[in-house]
């Protein structure tokens, strides 16, 4: 045998040797780059962590939010205070912190018109007002009336505001007679200031006044309503 057929001969049974091999190995031999990793994307991709790491920062971070993220809480947290800060408000003269008397600006103005027709010749006439609502004490400080009178008439109007009960009674009398006569008639007003108090219990305040009447006669009780929410409304010492 030749050089050249041992060649051939060694080079035959190499490649027998090789197919061997890879058969029996299962190993698969392919061209191209379909068996290599997977080419970068740029789509965004879901990151799941599966347990709480410890994350370690050597210093401050710059954060930058491109948008304000909506924040929702699931029930109103407990907020506690470590220790008592001391807080300075600036007060000056120039530039005041404002301060509200909360009794005052929560008063709502009263002011009760009644006018009557049906109190003619000697009598008592009647003006019942309206009275406080719940929640609510009236404070009256004015009284005032316009009164239309016979022209005989020889005494001065005289009258009373009391509550429902007769608990208290503020008098009072209208300018003495003669009063401004007008045709056979004459005219007497009225207008005091007092101090006086109404409890939705009291009723309605009721202003009595006794005269020689003629025509249409009319009162005004005028004053502010408390609200009892805000002061309390403490018992009325009689």
Not at 13 to 27: K, P, R
Not at 66 to 93: D, E, F, K, Q, Y
Not at 133 to 150: C, D, K, T, W
């Amino acid at each position: 045998m030749t050089n050249k057929k041992i060649l051939k001969t060694a080079a035959a049974m190499a490649a027998i040797a090789i197919a061997t091999y890879v058969a029996s190995s299962g190993m698969c031999l392919a061209q191209g780059n379909s068996g290599g990793p997977a080419a970068p994307t740029n789509s965004t991709q879901n990151v799941n962590v599966v347990n709480t790491p410890t994350v370690s920062l050597s210093g401050t971070p710059t954060v930058n939010v491109g948008t304000m993220p909506a924040v929702s809480l699931s029930g109103t947290p407990a907020v506690n205070v470590a220790n008592s800060p001391t807080v300075h408000v600036g007060n000056t003269l120039s530039g005041p912190v404002p301060a509200l008397d909360a009794e005052k600006v929560s008063r709502i103005p009263y002011q009760s018109f009644v006018n009557l027709g049906t109190c003619v010749g000697p009598v008592f006439c009647q003006f019942h007002f309206t009275q406080a609502p719940a929640g609510y004490r009236l404070v009256a400080e004015n009284i005032s009336g316009f009164l239309a009178l016979q022209g005989t008439s020889a005494t001065a109007p005289v009258g009373f505001l009391s509550d429902g009960s007769h608990n208290a009674e503020w008098g009072f009398t209208a300018p003495a007679i003669p009063a401004q006569p007008f045709l056979t008639n004459l005219f007497s007003g009225f207008n005091e200031h007092i101090r006086a108090y109404f409890d939705p219990s009291d009723g309605q305040p009721t202003l009595q006044v006794f005269a020689n009447f003629i025509g249409t006669q009319n009162a005004t009780l005028s004053g502010y309503l408390e609200n009892c929410a805000v002061t309390g409304c403490p018992a009325i010492q009689r």
